[in-house]
């Protein structure tokens, strides 16, 4: 099993939609977590960290649910240029560990 | 400021030959990560710095792969030899020390890497 898991997609909403993203991650002992996003050829681009409950900027919003240790993205008034692939990464409890990336969501936003 | 960036964008080399990546974190990062995405993977984590220090390797998939960071600023990766699966791109990450957002990296543009 992977340490952190994402519905690959392609998750196909219509501009203005509202889509959410789910990801699981097996490492209890993970304590922060990110949703990057990256663009086809281009590097990931931190979109939110979520070091609590969640966290919420703009038309995007991150909840954390450690009981069940799942983390999900929720986009609002979706745009084109949201169109992305949307990665989740874990990270563990210690200082300076590395990051464990989910394979990514691939979302489009259509016209 | 300045983004962290990454020499060259591409490299294409032959099986058995030899090629150094290069890094250059954002200024005032003390931590240097390496990772490597291969076709159809996920980002996986090669090794991480604090600054000339080697934090954690445990990523690094066998002893042609050589990483440095001398004086604590850029890094350099060099496989040596080349072969068939080293193929990917290879981003660095950089990111603060004990201060603020301590967690959060950023990234480089990556270097594709295709071997042939």
């Known amino acids: 099993r992977k340490e952190v898991e994402q519905d690959p997609g392609p998750f196909n909403v219509p501009e203005g939609a509202t889509v959410a993203f789910n990801c699981t991650y097996s490492n209890s002992a993970s304590q922060s977590f990110f949703w990057y996003r990256q663009d086809c050829r281009k590097e990931p681009k931190l979109l939110m960290s979520v070091y609590s409950s969640g966290n919420e900027d703009g038309r995007f919003t991150a909840q954390l649910n450690r009981a069940s240790q799942y983390i999900s993205l929720l986009i609002r008034d979706s745009k084109l240029s949201d169109s992305a692939t949307y990665l989740c990464v874990a990270h563990p409890r210690d200082y300076g560990q590395n990051f464990v990336f989910g394979p990514g969501t691939r979302l489009s936003v259509l016209p | 400021e300045a983004g962290v960036t ?111």
């Open chain 2, 6 to 116: 990454q020499f060259p964008s591409h490299s294409v080399i032959e099986k058995g030959q030899t090629v150094t990546l290069r890094c250059d974190p954002i200024s005032g990062h003390d931590n240097l990560y390496w990772y490597r995405r291969v076709m159809g993977k996920e980002i996986k984590f090669l090794l991480h710095f604090v600054k000339e220090s080697k934090q954690d390797e445990s990523g690094m998939p066998n002893n042609r792969f050589l990483a440095e960071r001398t004086g604590g600023t850029y890094s350099t990766l060099k496989v040596q030899p080349a072969e068939l699966e080293d193929s990917g791109v290879y981003f660095c990450a950089s990111s603060q020390g004990f201060t603020g957002r301590t967690y959060e990296q950023y990234f480089g543009p990556g270097t594709r890497l295709t071997v042939t």
